[in-house]
């Protein structure tokens, strides 16, 4: 299975406003990042709680976010993993 | 967003951090935890469910519950939920 990202790109982590479980917190959304690493493939945990009969099974990527883009402050990185669905697509390079 | 989703707010005060090697601080948050991995692992509900669950507590009950309580409380609810307990038999099960 192909995945849509590969790491090293920029993404942007979708604006979800999820009325049930899901795995994309509230704080890196609208947020861009770096793929850092693919996690291979797993059953979206959305589709999974909403009883889905076939849960979308899609690839899960590791994205570092800058602390400084997430709280306005901060030297480090904070790295989430999140499933495809939650991302919009890539972005620009630029840091 | 669900109320679990903290990350970034403030006011809960510093995250306590230290280290006493001990996995459980009571008897029943081991039998609590041993009850949960059995019943995921008969596939009685999948791990997604088990978090959904907690998240879906009351918020005053959440904020007030410690970690394994949480778990007792998701385990009790999705018992119910998948008709293996009736709500008799949970009340009688403490």
């Known amino acids: 299975m192909a995945e849509r990202f590969a790491p090293g790109q920029r993404v942007r982590v979708r604006v979800l406003d999820a009325a049930g479980h899901t795995r994309a917190p509230h704080y890196v959304r609208g947020h861009a990042g770096t793929v850092v690493a693919v996690h291979g493939h797993h059953r979206l ?23 400084a883009s997430l709280w306005g402050s901060g030297e480090h990185s904070v790295t989430v993993n999140l499933w495809d669905s939650y991302l919009s697509g890539a972005e620009s390079s630029h840091v | ?84 307990l009736d709500d008799a038999e949970v009340a009688a099960g403490g």
């Open chain 1, 45 to 67: 945990p959305d589709d999974v709680v909403a009883g889905a009969a076939d849960p979308r099974v899609e690839a899960v990527y590791a994205v570092r976010f800058a602390a």
């Open chain 2, 1 to 84: 967003m669900r109320l679990n989703d903290v990350g970034g707010i403030e006011g809960f005060g510093p995250v306590a951090v230290a280290d006493d090697a001990q996995p459980f601080h009571a008897d029943w948050e081991a039998h609590v935890y041993a009850v949960n991995v059995a019943l995921l692992r008969r596939g009685v509900y999948a791990l997604d469910e088990f978090r959904d669950a907690i998240e879906r507590m009351p918020p005053k009950d959440y904020l007030d519950a410690s970690y394994y309580a949480r778990w007792w409380y998701a385990i009790r609810r999705l018992l119910r939920e998948k008709g293996v």
